[in-house]
């Protein structure tokens, strides 16, 4: 990928958005860039040194298994970092990413790399921040819900965000691309794949969405029925 291309995509981030010209042709020269095709595999703590991954395109499905051997399941969208995320040694947690849509566009910086991009502009390191400080509330949002909500209010709240994030509006319903299995989402809002079928398909039967492998069309009575985040 030329120079330039990198410094677009760069430029085209969150995280390094309104920068000038020098700070994001130095952040892009300490990249490398990984291109991978839906399915592909990459095991995040396979090596021995601490990255960080910047998702510039597509989505991924990240599965962290803990010291007790937990597993956690996310799905990440660009755009989003993700990786050793504290900027310290690596995690004796072990993580994996899948590659759900046709391709994804990864941007990887070793640790030392990463944190010379931090100190040599103060905005980066600000916006680094605040990615940070996204992370947690969704994570506090998501452990609120495990406990006070149920199933059915959990994936309305999770179709929601994703109608919100990534949803094309056709009139009045909004369309999503759907690369994500019952057993996906499932694992996302701690349930069961069962449960999960059962409350998509009493949604469809009462008018709110309708659904297939391919894609997913929520309709107005969807958003009477949903707080989004």
Request: proline share 2%; hydrophobic share 40%.
């Amino acid at each position: 990928m030329s120079d330039r291309m990198k410094n677009m995509y760069l430029k085209g981030h969150s995280l390094f958005s309104g920068q000038n010209e020098k700070d994001i042709g130095f952040a892009s020269s300490l990249a490398q860039v990984k291109i991978m095709a839906k399915g592909d595999i990459l095991d995040i703590t396979k090596n021995d040194m601490a990255k960080i991954y910047v998702l510039i395109t597509g989505s991924i499905k990240i599965k962290i298994l803990d010291p007790d051997n937990q597993e956690f399941v996310d799905i990440l969208s660009a755009p989003e970092v993700f990786g050793e995320m504290g900027l310290n040694s690596i995690s004796s947690w072990n993580q994996l990413a899948q590659i759900l849509t046709e391709e994804v566009i990864l941007f990887v910086f070793k640790m030392a790399d990463f944190r010379k991009v931090l100190e040599r502009n103060p905005v980066f390191f600000l916006n680094y921040v605040r990615m940070l400080n996204s992370k947690l509330q969704k994570a506090e949002i998501r452990c609120n819900n495990l406990v006070y909500r149920d199933v059915r209010y959990r994936l309305f709240q999770f179709l929601g965000n994703w109608a919100k994030s990534q949803g094309e509006v056709k009139k009045e319903k909004i369309i999503l691309k759907n690369y994500l299995t019952h057993q996906d989402i499932a694992s996302v809002i701690s349930s069961s794949r069962q449960s999960v079928s059962n409350v998509l398909n009493d949604f469809q039967e009462n008018g709110m969405m309708q659904y297939d492998r391919k894609r997913i069309e929520l309709n107005p009575e969807f958003f009477n029925n949903v707080k989004l985040m």
